[in-house]
């Protein structure tokens, strides 16, 4: 199983810049996908997450707004839309799979069973 993100790369503040995450060597049909960031010095943050069954989304606050999480069935993909973004949204972000969606869950790193390398975004001011 992998995850493959990609995406990442220098932007100026208030500028835009899609992530893509491929997902292979499984079926994801029963999964939540998300996206978490991690800054130098900080612990990894939930971001964002999307159910492959319901379409379902939930976003933390501080991108609320600003990014859209999508999917792509057919390509096994799922995208992360990052519009306004701001020099504090400079960090590895990361996707990530688990089972179950739960809200009271989302967040926790722990409850995610696979994860993809990380890839930087550089948001300069």
């Known amino acids: 199983v992998q995850l493959q993100a990609s995406g990442g790369g220098l932007v100026q503040a208030g500028g835009s810049r899609r992530l893509s995450c491929a997902a292979s060597g499984r079926t994801f049909t029963n999964y939540v996908m998300s996206w978490f960031r991690q800054a130098p010095g900080r612990e990894r943050e939930f971001v964002t997450a999307?159910?492959?069954?319901?379409?379902?989304?939930y976003y933390a606050d501080s991108v609320k707004g600003r990014f859209t999480i999508s999917g792509d069935n057919a390509k096994n993909t799922v995208y992360l839309q990052m519009n306004s973004l701001k020099t504090e949204d400079t960090a590895v972000y990361y996707c990530?799979?688990?089972?179950?969606?739960?809200?009271?869950?989302?967040?926790?790193?722990?409850?995610?069973?696979?994860w993809g390398q990380g890839t930087l975004v550089t948001v300069s001011s």
């Open positions: 990530a799979a688990k089972r179950n969606w739960r809200i009271a869950t989302m967040a926790l790193v722990d409850r995610y069973d696979y």
């Open positions: 999307i159910s492959w069954n319901s379409g379902s989304t």
